[in-house]
């Protein structure tokens, strides 16, 4: 059965270092997202922009991913006791969260599945783009993988309630693509030979880390506690502290 998706695009703010949003967003405002009720799986990636290109695009440095099994459960992230909450986490250090809630089917794989043991790379397409030729170009380069957002029935707006709107300039985005490549060399040599890139002022974010809170429904340990006490369970090994009926008792989790 198709699930329906959520996508979040996601800027820090400028006064805020790479270093304390990278832990706040997975061990403090993850956690709490985490315990929103439906999620199937909940994805956190960190990015940086791909240094080589010679425009400045939109700061992104986090893309989540989000995957309920029905409209229903997705209610949840409006309908939630821990919605409003979240929002005014968001406060403590992001500029923008722009949310895209996707129709069934917005996810298209084209081409390879997904590859193992290859870099993670995000391109995010503004309106001037046109996505199909796009894609074209890049499956006649080296590309392993393909992954299709079509974000256009999405709406960022009805979620973003940071200090830094788009401007009321609705869908800026049309499309996200999830490639996976060899290394950084092959994504180089395809982004040279793809003038379209730099004419569309495409945005590309190299994947630094991925974390999953929440999987099958369940949260993860990192998603219930936070990366650092995981590390430390894990160091004192103290492996029952991992145990799933543990973990149920101590978070009251159903």
């Known amino acids: 059965m198709a699930k329906v998706e959520t996508i979040a695009l996601i800027e820090k703010r400028p006064d805020i270092s790479r270093s304390l949003f990278t832990r706040y967003w997975r061990d403090v405002h993850g956690v709490m997202a985490a315990r929103i009720p439906g999620f199937d799986s909940y994805t956190q990636h960190h990015v940086s922009s791909y240094s080589e290109l010679k425009y400045n695009f939109e700061p992104f440095e986090g893309i989540a991913v989000v995957s309920f099994k029905n409209e229903a459960d997705r209610a949840g992230l409006v309908e939630s006791k821990i919605t409003s909450f979240i929002h005014r986490d968001e406060q403590n250090v992001f500029r923008r969260a722009l949310l895209y809630n996707l129709p069934k089917s917005a996810e298209v794989y084209i081409g390879n599945e997904e590859a193992i043991g290859t870099i993670l790379v995000y391109f995010v397409l503004p309106q001037s783009t046109n996505v199909d030729e796009l894609i074209s170009n890049i ?47 092959d994504l180089k040599t395809a982004i040279k030979k793809n003038p379209q890139i730099s004419a569309d002022r495409v945005g590309i974010y190299i994947v630094d880390d991925t974390y999953k809170m929440v999987e099958q429904g369940f949260p993860t340990h990192i998603g219930l506690r936070g990366l650092d006490a995981v590390k430390t369970i894990e160091e004192a090994k103290a492996e029952n502290q991992l145990e799933r009926n543990v973990v149920k008792e101590i978070y009251q989790i159903k």
């Open 139 to 185: 499956q006649t380069s080296s590309v392993k993988s393909l992954k299709k957002y079509d974000l256009t029935g999405g709406d960022p707006s009805a979620w973003n309630e940071t200090d830094a709107s788009d401007g009321q300039k609705g869908r800026l985005f049309t499309t996200l693509l999830e490639t996976r490549w060899k290394d950084k060399e």
